[in-house]
């Protein structure tokens, strides 16, 4: 699937092929999810709560509408993702980046969004562990 075609959320994560996106219509990848919030968090989940519409959409069937990334940006900032905002990368999203491999993928996808429009490091405090090969 080309670029321009993918589902980018606004902290960089690809929602193309998220299984919880994709669990609001499938039924077995809900039966999946359900049993894996049993047996590691103990929790009794309805499957038809798992869904997530994507950061761009209603709020009341995205998967975590409380998302700090998702509040910052979109909600308060009114922007499309975290590289249009003038402060990126700010601490707290460098921080985020680091908790885990997609994490890291996803701040490096928002860098190479913001250098395909043009706009360099230059001025901003860029994080020398970003590797925008990936």
């Not at 975290?82 to 980046?97: A, I």
Request: aromatic share 8%; net charge neutral.
């Amino acid at each position: 699937m080309g670029d321009e075609a993918r589902l980018i959320a606004a902290c960089g994560l690809d929602c193309t092929d998220c299984d919880i996106r994709r669990a609001a219509t499938d039924p077995q990848m809900q039966r999946k999810f359900v049993a894996w919030f049993k047996e590691k968090r103990n929790l009794d989940v309805n499957p038809e709560t798992i869904r997530c519409s994507w950061c761009k959409g209603d709020r009341v069937s995205h998967w975590s509408a409380d998302c700090w990334i998702l509040n910052c940006c979109v909600d308060r900032k009114h922007l499309e993702h975290c590289s249009d905002c003038q402060e990126f990368p700010c601490p707290r999203l460098e921080e985020w980046s680091k908790k885990s491999e997609r994490y890291g993928q996803a701040l490096a996808r928002l860098v190479q969004m913001r250098e395909a429009r043009g706009l360099g490091r230059e001025g901003i405090g860029w994080p020398a562990q970003v590797d925008t090969r990936s």
